[in-house]
């Protein structure tokens, strides 16, 4: 079946701090690779997305490159911001379901 | 283009009762799907429409149903309300709900049962 493991958090980072979240999954086919954002009271927003093997999504300084040979969609930026502070998470689709699985979050922190 | 508007915001209610959530699509999307949000479970696949019809369903019990009309418009109904139920409901629309094309959310009905 899909899912998705992402890496525990919480992470706490200082500003301008490079950030990696790691994130795996299990799939049949070949799947749709997502990363959302959401901020307090808020619901998820799209970050990103690659839609085929080797694809590099990246928006708003955060990147994340869809690795088939390692089943990983790792999150990046190199320099982060108090303003990134939120929950992170990864996702993925497939070509013949309707439904997307969801990685369980990862809550980061940015300090001044 | 407006984005997907969930209403109410914030709902409490108490155990026993009903509620029903309502949920305005992205013009042109016609997949909305349904999510409950935990601290403790994450989020939860409740049921995902298609032009009316119910094309998947996670695995809650019977007392959570929805359903779409004809303009993609979707509403989702809790029975015989459970503490449990207290939870963030998301919903999210989408071109296709499915492959590349992206889901969309709303900001989510705050649901508190006392």
């Known amino acids: 079946g899909n899912s998705v493991t992402q890496m525990e958090g919480p992470v706490t980072l200082s500003e301008e701090a490079f950030l990696t979240i790691n994130c795996t999954y299990t799939a049949t086919g070949y799947p749709s690779l997502f990363w959302y954002v959401q901020y307090p009271g808020e619901g998820l927003q799209l970050l990103l997305k690659a839609t085929k093997a080797d694809d590099k999504g990246s928006n708003k300084g955060f990147e994340a490159t869809y690795r088939k040979e390692t089943t990983s969609f790792h999150l990046e930026k190199g320099s982060v911001q108090v303003s990134d502070s939120a929950v992170y998470f990864c996702?993925?689709?497939?070509?013949?379901?309707?439904?997307?699985?969801f990685g369980t979050g990862t809550s980061l922190t940015v300090i001044p | 283009k407006a984005g997907v508007t969930q209403t109410p915001r914030y709902l409490i209610k108490t155990r026993g009762q009903q509620v029903t959530l309502s949920c305005s699509p992205i013009s042109g999307h016609r997949s909305v799907s349904w999510y409950q949000q935990t601290p403790g479970q994450g989020l939860q696949f409740l049921f995902e429409?298609?032009?009316?019809?119910?094309?998947n369903k996670g695995n809650f019990p019977g007392r959570f149903s929805g359903r779409q009309f004809s303009n993609s418009r979707s509403e989702m109904n809790v029975s015989t309300l459970e503490l449990g139920d207290s939870a963030l409901y998301l919903c999210?629309?989408?071109?296709?709900?499915?492959?590349?094309?992206?889901?969309?959310f709303g900001n989510g009905t705050r649901l508190t049962v006392t």
């Open positions: 996702a993925l689709s497939d070509s013949t379901g309707n439904q997307f699985y």
């Open positions: 999210a629309s989408s071109l296709a709900g499915r492959g590349s094309s992206p889901l969309h």
């Open positions: 429409y298609f032009s009316e019809t119910q094309r």
